[in-house]
Structures are given as structure tokens and as C-alpha cells.
């Protein structure tokens, strides 16, 4: 895959992520990604400056920050045991 990833986090907190303009804003801080089921704060959201999307923040992972994210809340419900701010880099499965 071409690496053409260059920046992080330019999304400024005042303003919506592209998945809280379809989906509405989210008191949410943290995105959980069905891809490689890391979660991250969505102010650093990746930006793919080729086609202007915003990816998952991990460079190793192809997924989505719209699509292929969850709000973390989402992903805690029924996992209460969890923190309410997850730890970056840390994986937390989708199935046990
Ligand atoms: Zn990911």
C-alpha cells in the first residue's frame, strides 16, 4: 500500500468528525475501530490526504473513521468492567 498517510489529529475538538456529520454529533471522546479493534481519541482521526477521508489513527490499520468506528460507549455497553477512556494501542476484542 502507498504510504501517502502523513498527518494526524487535525481535526480540532470544536469541530465534527466526517462520522458525527452523518451520524450526529457523539459526547464521545474516544472512536473504537472494528478493524483492528483499537480504540483512539477522535480528535486523531487519521487524514488520508489523497482522497481527504479520515482514517482509523493507527497506520497499520486500513479501516475507516466513520464506518468502521465505533463511539466508545457504544463498544463499552455491556462491558461496564471497562474504562471509561480506553487505552490507546490496547486491543479489546469485538468477541471474547
Ligand atoms: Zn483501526
Not at 486500513?62 to 486491543?91: F, H, I, K, M, N
Amino acid at each position: 500500500m502507498p504510504n501517502y498517510f502523513t498527518t494526524w489529529g487535525s481535526i480540532r475538538m470544536s469541530e465534527l468528525t466526517a462520522r458525527e456529520k452523518i451520524f450526529g454529533v457523539s459526547p464521545d471522546s474516544f472512536l473504537w475501530c472494528m478493524h483492528c479493534e483499537r480504540a483512539y481519541p477522535k480528535a486523531q482521526v487519521r487524514i488520508d490526504h489523497r482522497w481527504g477521508l479520515e482514517m482509523c489513527h493507527y497506520k497499520d490499520c486500513d479501516g475507516d473513521a466513520v464506518l468502521d468506528a465505533w463511539d466508545w460507549s457504544r463498544y463499552r455497553d455491556g462491558r461496564q468492567s471497562l474504562p471509561e477512556e480506553p487505552e490507546t494501542g490496547v486491543t479489546y476484542p469485538l468477541y471474547d
